[in-house]
């Protein structure tokens, strides 16, 4: 090989590993809009309310206008998903890209309440088609280390930018209660990116789906990767709605404490997505999900007896730990279950499970505070993650015991 020919390889890998860079950069930006559908605009509420006040129940539709995108998130991703597996995902994601921007920037200049709800569920069906499309091209891309490492780094990115859009939407609120909205626009930027460096991936075999490739079905495992995530989500949305209540009641009534409180939890949850790679190594998806759980049990045990506010933030640390945990863990776990030819349809009924959740904690906890203080019904929710870890310990001993079990007496072919 002459040093021309060397000078020509050395310029091919460089390019390879730069557009392999790019790829995950694009993926990385795409993900992180699904956590600024939400709290991005929350400042804004009590502004809004005020703006509105003639509108009949303006404060019900104030909030309303904060959760709404998540039920249409739920309602949108199986759709999603069923559609990507038989006509590709790019082309659709650049849609969802543009219909993010359309909906979530539609509140800056709409003047009727209603109005304005129509475009937040035109966002909620955007961040259906963004998220479960965003995903699936991870599996899709990515294998083995590579894939369980960038499953971490982008649950780390998606927390962190939660911190950096509801950061920046408080600021704007601060000038005028629409600017928030024009975060939104980010999807602007995102969306060349990914006509220029996303390809339809081609059809591949899930080497994670051992189990399934006889019958293209999922393992039934993947019900209990569903339900875990449902329940989950319930109880940890109750830190971004329950929180800022529970402060004002131990004394704390500045609105920057309760953000101070929350972004902990973020923090948190950015620390333990990075070092999740890490822990995979050594841990079986169940025993993660039971780890997940019993450090979140700290944090609400935390919550539950504690009466200031520095506990509180140590509190939303150690439940941001579980947080961190969590979000690549289930992912991770259902790429691997899930054929590749079904992975776009999976993940959508994996979205639909963790917005669903969102949506729905508030509507459950609600009832419980009529019969419980706050504090007692974050311990209540604490006692549920201690049962659920044990029963994830026992789902990894069974799981183990059936493997070695199989792999002892499985006949050698001569």
Do not use: C
């Not at 929710?381 to 310990?393: E, G, K, R, T, W």
């Amino acid at each position: 090989m002459n040093i021309k020919q060397l000078l020509l390889y050395v310029n091919y890998l460089l390019t390879k590993k730069m557009k392999k860079n790019a790829v995950k950069l694009t993926l990385l930006l795409a993900s992180s809009l699904t956590v600024m559908s939400g709290a991005t605009i929350a400042p804004s509420l009590p502004q809004m309310a005020s703006v509105f006040a003639n509108t009949e129940g303006a404060e019900f539709l104030s909030k309303l206008i904060l959760t709404l995108p998540a039920l249409f998130i739920a309602l949108t991703a199986p759709f999603v998903g069923r559609f990507i597996d038989r006509h590709g995902r790019v082309k659709l994601l650049t849609i969802g890209l543009l219909l993010y921007a359309l909906g979530g920037t539609s509140a800056f200049i709409l003047n009727d309440l209603y109005h304005i709800l129509i475009g937040r569920a035109l966002l909620g069906i955007s961040v259906g088609i963004i998220m479960t499309i965003a995903t699936t091209l991870i599996g899709d891309y990515f294998e083995g280390d590579e894939r369980q490492k960038f499953m971490g780094i982008q649950s780390a990115f998606v927390a962190f930018g939660g911190v950096l859009f509801v950061g920046a939407g408080g600021l704007l609120a601060d000038f005028h209660w629409r600017n928030p909205f024009l975060i939104y626009l980010f999807s602007l930027l995102v969306f060349p990116l990914a006509l220029s460096f996303l390809k339809e991936p081609k059809s591949i075999t899930s080497p994670g789906a051992e189990a399934s490739k006889k019958t293209g079905k999922p393992s039934k495992l993947v019900f209990i990767v569903f339900a875990i995530t449902f329940v989950q989500m319930i109880i940890f949305y109750m830190v971004p709605v329950q929180i800022p209540f529970l402060l004002k009641t131990l004394g704390v009534g500045k609105n920057a404490l309760s953000g101070i409180a929350i972004a902990a939890n973020t923090v948190g949850a950015t620390i333990f997505s990075l070092l999740y790679s890490n822990i995979k190594k050594k841990l079986s998806f169940p025993m993660i999900v039971s780890l997940a759980l019993l450090l979140m049990t700290g944090g609400y045990v935390m919550v539950w007896l504690g009466d200031n506010y520095t506990v509180i933030i140590l509190a939303m640390l150690f439940s941001g730990f579980g947080l961190g945990l969590t979000m690549p863990n289930i992912s991770l776990w259902l790429i691997q279950l899930s054929p590749a030819e079904i992975r776009g349809k999976q993940m959508g009924y994996l979205t639909t499970s963790l917005f669903l959740g969102q949506f729905l904690s508030p509507v459950l906890v609600q009832p419980l505070a009529k019969q419980f203080n706050l504090a007692q019904i974050f311990g209540l929710a604490a006692v549920v993650m201690i049962v659920l870890s044990f029963l994830f310990v026992g789902l990894h001993l069974k799981t183990q015991g059936v493997s070695s079990f199989n792999a002892r007496v499985k006949p050698k072919i001569e």
